[in-house]
């Protein structure tokens, strides 16, 4: 069964400690691998799209890797205003049009 | 308004009444997404509509009844929910051409529903 897990569930970093966060899928043939980022209260706002092995994009302070089996979402010296709900999302090549597969996210709270 | 909107916000409704989610997508695309979204749980994509035609129905029970008038406006009509049913409703668009799904979805902000 076709599968997206994140890890970890929760993360507390003080401001400036840089870390990752995990996302590893199991989909055969995989499309596309996205990153959303939720506000509590708020719809997720796009991030980033992968393609492929190999492929890395940034934005500010956050930079995504997508390797064959997982990505990364790698935060350099947070801010308290990164604090939110970090998903990941997958599409598959078979499945049907905009069937994102989504994981239950990972919660990011940045202390200043 | 920019983006995707949705209205209301915030729906308190009891396990009789009837109700409906409205969507508005300002983006140029023509395709449409309902999500729910539950505590724990990752989102669960509801129906698909593309160029106003659905496309998708993922097993959802008939007390959920999805409208797509065009390609800019979705509802969402509710009839004798349950208390299970309490979540929040996110419709997400995105643009399609030559039958192939553009990867990039946009979400609303979401409608908070509680069924008593």
């Known amino acids: 069964e076709d599968q997206v897990t994140q890890s970890p569930e929760a993360l507390r970093l003080q401001e400036g400690e840089s870390s990752s966060l995990n996302c590893s899928y199991t989909?055969?043939?995989?499309?596309?691998l996205f990153w959303y980022r939720q506000d509590p209260g708020k719809g997720p706002e796009f991030l980033f799209t992968?393609?492929?092995a190999g492929e890395e994009k940034e934005k500010e302070r956050l930079k995504a890797t997508l390797t064959k089996k997982e990505s990364f979402l790698h935060i350099t010296a947070p801010k308290p205003e990164d604090s939110a709900t970090y998903l990941c999302?997958?599409?598959?090549?078979?499945?049907?049009?905009?069937?994102?597969?989504f994981g239950k996210g990972t919660k990011l709270s940045v202390k200043p | 308004e920019t983006g995707v909107t949705q209205t209301p916000r915030h729906l308190v409704m009891g396990m009789t009444n009837k109700k409906s989610l409205k969507c508005e997508q300002h983006?140029?695309?023509?395709?449409m997404y309902w999500y729910k979204q539950s505590a724990k749980k990752p989102l669960e994509l509801m129906f698909v509509?593309?160029?106003?035609?659905?496309?998708e129905n993922n097993s959802v029970p008939s007390r959920f009844s999805p409208e797509c008038p065009n390609s800019s406006h979705l509802f969402l009509h509710l009839h004798t929910l349950q208390p299970e049913d309490s979540a929040l409703y996110l419709c997400?668009?995105?643009?399609?051409?030559?039958?192939?799904?553009?990867?990039?979805?946009?979400f609303g902000p979401g409608t908070r529903l509680t069924v008593l």
């Open positions: 992968l393609y492929s």
């Open positions: 989909v055969s043939g995989l499309r596309g």
């Open positions: 999302a997958v599409h598959f090549y078979g499945g049907s049009q905009g069937n994102l597969i």
């Open positions: 509509y593309n160029f106003k035609e659905q496309t």
């Open positions: 983006l140029g695309h023509n395709a």
């Open positions: 997400a668009s995105s643009h399609v051409s030559n039958g192939s799904p553009s990867d990039e979805q946009f």
